[in-house]
Each structure stands twice: as structure tokens, then as C-alpha cells.
């Protein structure tokens, strides 16, 4: 198995660009993605239910994007509305690259990069938007929603798609459970994905 991984820290090879067509919110545009990273060759299902969602939920304040990937629904959130500023994090450095060339390729200026270290203690955000990296296992990804979940201002949202074999009901039961200062329902089911929406109390 190749070492990088989508998930990975790793920046030990170049990028292998490559363009595709993809369409966001009706436009088609062109694209740049890499091998190395999550879903090179297209936008994967579970993100294509979650960009409907923003298509009929438009954007706004300041939104994160949660493992950007090469940045279909950071450049979704960006072009539904100009004026929200979208924060996108990820761990792989090729994936932070891709989403600020593919950013500058579409011409947003509305898209900030960054690692998740590098976004400050003290930012909120009025929504968050994922499709979290639900293969790093139960135990990681809790963490992760444990540590930006409550980084939504009071009544924020977070609209997250998860498939179903991958444990999206388990996950929603966890988010009762171990989130109670959250409300948190299934808002969508297709193709097998669920769409959970979690909101701040």
C-alpha cells in the first residue's frame, strides 16, 4: 500500500496534477486533483448528497470545511455565497494545495487554507460542512468532532453526510449521547449516505 495516504501528514511526493470537470451548483468547471489524496478522479456520493444540501442552504458568516480534500464543498460553499468566508482544513498538505490552486482557478477570494493547527483558538464558526474522514476509525473521528463541534457559535449548524455501512447511526446515536449540549437529527438518507445536522443550543 502506498504510504500517502489520503489521510496522511505525508508531503514526500509531488503532486501528480491532473484536470477534471466537475459541476457545482449547476456550472460545470474545471479542476485540479492528485493521487495521493481522497477521491482524485471525481466527487465522490457522499459529497454529492451533502452539496445539494448547500445548493437549497445558502452559506453564510464564516464555515468550515472539515477535511477539504482537493475542495469540492469548500469551493461550493464559496461560490453559493461570496460573501461567507470558508475556513477548509485538512492534514494533507497535497490536499491544502489543491484547494488553494483549485480557490484561484475559480477565482474565489472568499477561501482560507489551513491545517488544523494553524486555525486560532479563538475563531467560531456559524456553520460547519463535512464529510468527515469517517476510515480514520470511531475512536479519531470522535476526537475530531469533539474538538470542532463546539467551535460553532450558539446556534450554529453543522451538516455532516456519512454512509450508512460506515456507521452513520451509531455516529448519530453518539452525538445524543455524548453531546447533549447539541441537537442532533438525520435530515437526509440517499444511496446510502445520511445527512446529520447538528445544531449548537
Same mark, same amino acid.
Given at each position: *500500500?502506498?504510504t500517502?495516504?489520503?489521510?496522511? @501528514?505525508?508531503?514526500?511526493?509531488?503532486?501528480?496534477? $491532473? &484536470? !477534471? &470537470? !466537475?459541476?457545482?451548483? +449547476?456550472?460545470?468547471?474545471? #479542476?485540479?486533483t492528485?493521487?495521493? %489524496?481522497?477521491s482524485?478522479?471525481? =466527487?465522490?456520493? +457522499?459529497?454529492?448528497?451533502?452539496?445539494?444540501?448547500? @445548493?437549497?442552504?445558502?452559506?453564510?458568516?464564516?464555515?468550515?470545511?472539515?477535511g477539504? +480534500?482537493w +475542495?469540492? =464543498?469548500a469551493?461550493?460553499?464559496?461560490?453559493?455565497?461570496?460573501?461567507?468566508?470558508?475556513?477548509? !482544513?485538512?492534514v494533507?498538505?497535497?490536499?491544502? &494545495?489543491?484547494? $488553494?490552486?483549485?480557490?484561484?482557478?475559480?477565482?474565489? $477570494?472568499?477561501i482560507?487554507v489551513?491545517?488544523?493547527?494553524?486555525?486560532?483558538?479563538? *475563531?467560531k464558526?456559524?456553520? %460547519?460542512?463535512?464529510?468527515?474522514? =469517517?476510515? /480514520?476509525?470511531?475512536? #479519531?473521528?470522535?476526537? =475530531?468532532?469533539q474538538?470542532?463541534?463546539?467551535?460553532? #457559535?450558539?446556534?450554529g #449548524?453543522?451538516?455532516? /453526510?456519512?454512509?450508512?455501512?460506515?456507521g452513520s447511526?451509531?455516529?448519530?446515536?453518539?452525538?445524543?449521547?455524548?453531546?447533549? @449540549?447539541?441537537?442532533?437529527?438525520?435530515?437526509?438518507?440517499?444511496?446510502?449516505?445520511?445527512?446529520?445536522?447538528v445544531?449548537?443550543?
Amino acid at each position: *500500500m502506498s504510504t500517502n495516504h489520503y489521510f496522511s @501528514e505525508s508531503a514526500d511526493a509531488e503532486l501528480d496534477l $491532473k &484536470e !477534471i &470537470e !466537475i459541476t457545482l451548483l +449547476g456550472e460545470k468547471y474545471e #479542476v485540479l486533483t492528485s493521487s495521493g %489524496i481522497f477521491s482524485p478522479d471525481q =466527487i465522490d456520493q +457522499g459529497t454529492q448528497v451533502l452539496l445539494k444540501h448547500i @445548493e437549497e442552504n445558502k452559506p453564510h458568516g464564516t464555515v468550515l470545511d472539515i477535511g477539504c +480534500g482537493w +475542495g469540492p =464543498i469548500a469551493l461550493c460553499l464559496a461560490l453559493a455565497n461570496p460573501d461567507c468566508k470558508v475556513v477548509a !482544513i485538512d492534514v494533507n498538505y497535497k490536499s491544502l &494545495e489543491l484547494t $488553494k490552486r483549485n480557490a484561484e482557478k475559480l477565482g474565489l $477570494k472568499n477561501i482560507t487554507v489551513l491545517l488544523p493547527e494553524e486555525v486560532k483558538n479563538d *475563531m467560531k464558526f456559524d456553520e %460547519i460542512w463535512s464529510n468527515p474522514p =469517517i476510515r /480514520v476509525g470511531k475512536a #479519531v473521528l470522535h476526537e =475530531i468532532l469533539q474538538k470542532w463541534l463546539p467551535r460553532l #457559535v450558539k446556534g450554529g #449548524v453543522a451538516r455532516l /453526510v456519512v454512509q450508512k455501512n460506515l456507521g452513520s447511526d451509531s455516529l448519530h446515536r453518539w452525538l445524543l449521547a455524548e453531546l447533549p @449540549e447539541f441537537d442532533s437529527e438525520r435530515i437526509d438518507s440517499v444511496k446510502g449516505f445520511r445527512v446529520l445536522k447538528v445544531t449548537k443550543n
